[in-house]
């Protein structure tokens, strides 16, 4: 049974820091390409940030240059550096794990962390 589960969450100051974790089982992780994906009060989820298995990363044009996605392969985990957060980055914040092939697509996601920027 595959798991994600998300942790690091938590109500921050605007200009703060906060580093969210994503821990896989279940699943081969160093083959899956993980995101973080965002998902505010009355807005569509958006996809913050990617990271391939080879360790290639895209970013939203709105968190480029704030946010760093990382993966430990060894650790089964992938993690999200926010710094210099906004209140508009407020949201519950999902992880994902998706592989495509040409028969099937494996897609799983964690049940969220809550990041409240706020003063």
């Known amino acids: 049974q595959v798991q994600l589960v998300e942790s690091g969450g938590g109500l921050v100051q605007p200009g703060g820091s906060l580093r969210l974790s994503c821990a896989a089982s279940g699943l081969v992780f160093s083959i899956y390409p993980m995101g973080w994906h965002r998902q505010a009060p009355g807005k569509q989820r958006e996809l913050v940030a990617s990271?391939?298995?080879?360790?290639?990363?895209n970013y939203a044009d709105s968190v480029k240059g704030r946010f760093t996605i990382s993966r430990d392969n060894a650790k089964n985990t992938v993690y999200l550096q926010m710094n210099s957060l906004k209140p508009e980055d407020t949201a519950l914040y999902y992880c994902n794990a998706v592989l495509r092939s040409a028969v099937r697509t494996n897609d799983y996601w964690g049940q969220g962390t809550q990041v409240t920027v706020s003063s």
């Open positions: 990271i391939g298995s080879g360790g290639s990363t």
